[in-house]
């Protein structure tokens, strides 16, 4: 993998206490020892909220281009988070106001490349994106700090599916500390056109490449909803032959299945991430003979490190960590993961869902290049991610705050509407002027406490 990234002590550690805060004693994962330590690289615990010095490996998204103010919180015009998306040149998307942005079933599209939109940079409460999603058309594209929560729109004339944030056929496209919750298809994916060309290489090229999901909160897919096929509970489809992602310290919760699931030819890596409550699937691989049709069955690539599986109330029995179906073969690398039931009781590591014809091969070594990439103990994940993971975990918001308590204390469900849990995010909209002066514009990581101050001001004021 191209991605080589440093996760080492990069935090601003002013905001670690008030991270940590926002889950008071949340407890380490109990259970069997994981199955093998890990080594190779050096280990930091400490809570991330910004990325790492080297993050423009994988992409610098807008990095040098002209900032673009969002001022406003209605869905189109002057100053709107759509306005900014839809600008052409390299650009830095920050916000001076904070608050719910209801794209009301009408996606925002990224079509235009080397973008990062910053999150961070929001007056308390941060930014919610209700109503619909986020589709990435473009290159080099950085998401940072934003929920986006589609729900069912209160929308039942017909059947509409979306998923909170995903690609199309891009490269280079980073989505971090983002809150992803309550989609009516997946929460996160990675997609495109399964053949573009006419050879596997060409198809690779075609598919979405280079990507990092990293410290996402992955929760509440609902379950039926407005969904055309029924069931669709969904954490993250990673499309046939998607290669170079890299799927690291993520919370993935009260999702039925796709935590992540990769496609056919798929090639990838799934680093200290936490599943919790799965459905009937965790992770899963899967190249499906009818979709290729008289295509050439690629082998997939899947490095399985330091993960943690922690059933729930809404889980199936003893599921694995890893399923495999389909009729595509997998080389799979397996290494420090911890699987238990509710209960703590040691569950499968890896299992079968279907008798296709793919044959899995167990691999020694890891298959993805993760240089430079601290890789936690599965052991520590748990209390890592809880304390990382999401949009502004120094700001969050009541369904952040509720989803991570549920998950450290072993409650919660699979939802079918958001309407079960309080409906969406009514905030009133918050002002505060973006000071350049308070941010690194390279990294867009604070350089001053008082970037995260709440400093808002309420409308009208």
Same mark, same amino acid.
């Given at each position: 993998?191209?991605?080589?990234?440093?996760?080492?002590?990069?935090?601003?550690?002013?905001?670690?206490?008030?991270?940590?805060?926002?889950?008071?004693?949340?407890?380490?994962?109990?259970?069997?020892?994981?199955?093998?330590?890990?080594?190779?690289?050096?280990?930091?615990?400490?809570?991330?909220?910004?990325?790492?010095?080297?993050?423009?490996?994988?992409?610098?998204?807008?990095?040098?281009?002209?900032?673009?103010?969002?001022?406003?919180?209605?869905?189109?015009?002057?100053?709107?988070?759509?306005?900014?998306?839809?600008?052409?040149?390299?650009?830095?998307?920050?916000?001076?106001?904070?608050?719910?942005?209801?794209?009301?079933?009408?996606?925002?599209?990224?079509?235009?490349?080397?973008?990062?939109?910053?999150?961070?940079?929001?007056?308390?409460?941060?930014?919610?994106?209700?109503?619909?999603?986020?589709?990435?058309?473009?290159?080099?594209?950085?998401?940072?700090?934003?929920?986006?929560?589609?729900?069912?729109?209160?929308?039942?004339?017909?059947?509409?599916?979306?998923?909170?944030?995903?690609?199309?056929?891009?490269?280079?496209?980073?989505?971090?500390?983002? =809150?992803?919750?309550?989609?009516?298809?997946? $929460?996160?994916?990675?997609? &495109? #056109?399964?053949?573009? @060309?006419?050879? *596997?290489?060409?198809?690779?090229?075609?598919?979405?490449?280079?990507?990092?999901?990293?410290?996402?909160?992955?929760?509440?897919?609902?379950?039926?909803?407005?969904?055309?096929?029924?069931?669709?509970?969904?954490?993250?489809?990673?499309?046939?032959?998607?290669?170079?992602?890299?799927?690291?310290?993520?919370?993935?919760?009260?999702?039925?299945?796709?935590?992540?699931?990769?496609?056919?030819?798929?090639?990838?890596?799934?680093?200290?991430?936490?599943?919790?409550?799965?459905?009937?699937?965790?992770?899963?691989?899967?190249?499906?003979?009818?979709?290729?049709?008289?295509?050439?069955?690629? =082998?997939?690539?899947?490095?399985?490190?330091? $993960?943690?599986?922690?059933? &729930? #109330?809404?889980?199936? @029995?003893?599921? *694995?960590?890893?399923?495999?179906?389909?009729?595509?073969?997998?080389?799979?690398?397996?290494?420090?993961?911890?699987?238990?039931?509710?209960?703590?009781?040691?569950?499968?590591?890896?299992?079968?869902?279907?008798?296709?014809?793919?044959?899995?091969?167990?691999?020694?070594?890891?298959?993805?290049?993760?240089?430079?990439?601290?890789?936690?103990?599965?052991?520590?994940?748990?209390?890592?991610?809880?304390?990382?993971?999401?949009?502004?975990?120094?700001?969050?918001?009541?369904?952040?705050?509720?989803?991570?308590?549920?998950?450290?204390?072993?409650?919660?469900?699979?939802?079918?509407?958001?309407?079960?849990?309080?409906?969406?995010?009514?905030?009133?909209?918050?002002?505060?002027?973006?000071?350049?002066?308070?941010?690194?514009?390279?990294?867009?990581?604070?350089?001053?406490?008082?970037?995260?101050?709440?400093?808002?001001?309420?409308?009208?004021?």
């Amino acid at each position: 993998m191209d991605i080589m990234i440093k996760y080492s002590a990069i935090v601003a550690t002013l905001f670690v206490s008030v991270g940590c805060a926002q889950l008071p004693g949340v407890a380490q994962t109990v259970g069997p020892v994981a199955d093998a330590p890990v080594e190779r690289t050096k280990m930091s615990t400490t809570p991330q909220y910004f990325f790492p010095e080297n993050i423009d490996l994988v992409t610098d998204g807008g990095r040098g281009g002209k900032v673009i103010k969002v001022t406003s919180l209605d869905n189109e015009g002057p100053g709107t988070l759509r306005e900014a998306i839809e600008a052409e040149g390299p650009r830095i998307i920050v916000f001076e106001v904070g608050g719910v942005i209801d794209l009301d079933r009408q996606s925002l599209v990224i079509r235009n490349s080397d973008v990062t939109i910053a999150g961070q940079t929001a007056p308390s409460p941060g930014i919610s994106v209700i109503r619909s999603g986020i589709v990435v058309a473009a290159d080099d594209v950085i998401i940072q700090h934003i929920r986006v929560r589609p729900g069912d729109a209160d929308y039942f004339e017909e059947k509409w599916d979306t998923d909170s944030i995903t690609t199309s056929s891009v490269s280079g496209v980073i989505v971090d500390h983002c =809150t992803l919750t309550w989609s009516t298809d997946e $929460n996160l994916s990675a997609s &495109g #056109p399964r053949f573009t @060309g006419e050879t *596997p290489d060409e198809w690779r090229e075609g598919a979405s490449h280079d990507i990092l999901y990293s410290h996402n909160l992955i929760a509440e897919g609902l379950s039926n909803a407005t969904h055309a096929k029924f069931e669709h509970s969904k954490g993250s489809l990673i499309h046939d032959n998607t290669s170079n992602i890299l799927i690291y310290g993520n919370v993935y919760a009260h999702n039925y299945e796709r935590s992540p699931l990769f496609k056919g030819g798929v090639h990838g890596a799934i680093v200290n991430n936490l599943i919790y409550n799965p459905g009937q699937r965790a992770i899963h691989y899967n190249l499906q003979g009818l979709e290729w049709g008289d295509e050439e069955f690629q =082998t997939g690539q899947m490095d399985v490190v330091g $993960n943690v599986l922690r059933a &729930g #109330p809404s889980t199936d @029995g003893a599921v *694995p960590l890893v399923l495999m179906g389909g009729d595509g073969d997998l080389k799979l690398h397996m290494e420090d993961n911890i699987a238990v039931d509710h209960y703590g009781k040691e569950l499968p590591k890896l299992g079968r869902y279907s008798m296709g014809e793919g044959e899995l091969h167990e691999v020694a070594d890891m298959q993805q290049s993760i240089e430079g990439l601290d890789v936690i103990p599965a052991r520590h994940v748990e209390g890592y991610v809880l304390a990382s993971s999401g949009a502004r975990p120094w700001d969050r918001d009541k369904h952040d705050v509720r989803v991570l308590a549920d998950v450290a204390e072993g409650r919660g469900k699979i939802i079918d509407s958001q309407n079960e849990i309080g409906g969406y995010p009514q905030q009133e909209p918050t002002f505060r002027a973006f000071d350049s002066s308070l941010w690194d514009m390279k990294t867009m990581k604070p350089v001053s406490e008082k970037a995260l101050d709440s400093g808002q001001k309420s409308k009208g004021t």
